[in-house]
Nanobody
Framework: QVQLVESGGGLVQAGGSLRLSCAAS????????MAWYRQAPGKEREFVAF???????TYSDSVKGRFTISRDNAKNTVYLQMNSLKPEDTAVYYC????????????????WGQGTQVTVSS
């Protein structure tokens, strides 16, 4: 089992920055690919970014160039640095984990955090 706890959400003005963290406990963190998703009210859960167990990363087109995903295996933590935030980035952000292989699809992830709210005001 892997437990995931997100933190770092909050209220920020458009153009501002936030850094989300997701702390993992349980089995070997370095063997897991990690992803961030988000869900706005009334919308489906949306892929944001993933970072493979090997370190490679991929982003959705909507955040590419503004968000950066990274991981610190020594701290069992994955981060999402969000810059140039827009009101449309407002959502609950979720961290997810799966062993080895990567995917954009939520159904492929085995473990989820409880989410952290990000609100961007215009």
């Amino acid at each position: 089992q892997v437990q995931l706890v997100e933190s770092g959400g909050g209220l920020v003005q458009a153009g501002g920055s936030l850094r989300l963290s997701c702390a993992a406990s349980g089995r070997t963190f370095s063997a897991y690919s990690m992803a961030w998703y988000r869900q706005a009210p009334g919308k489906e859960r949306e892929f944001v970014a993933f970072i493979a167990w090997s370190g490679g990363d991929t982003y959705s087109d909507s955040v590419k160039g503004r968000f950066t995903i990274s991981r610190d295996n020594a701290k069992n933590t994955v981060y999402l640095q969000m810059n140039s935030l827009k009101p449309e980035d407002t959502a609950v952000y979720y961290c997810a984990a799966r062993e080895y292989g990567t995917s954009r699809y939520p159904r492929d992830y085995d473990y989820w955090g409880q989410g952290t709210q990000v609100t961007v005001s215009s």
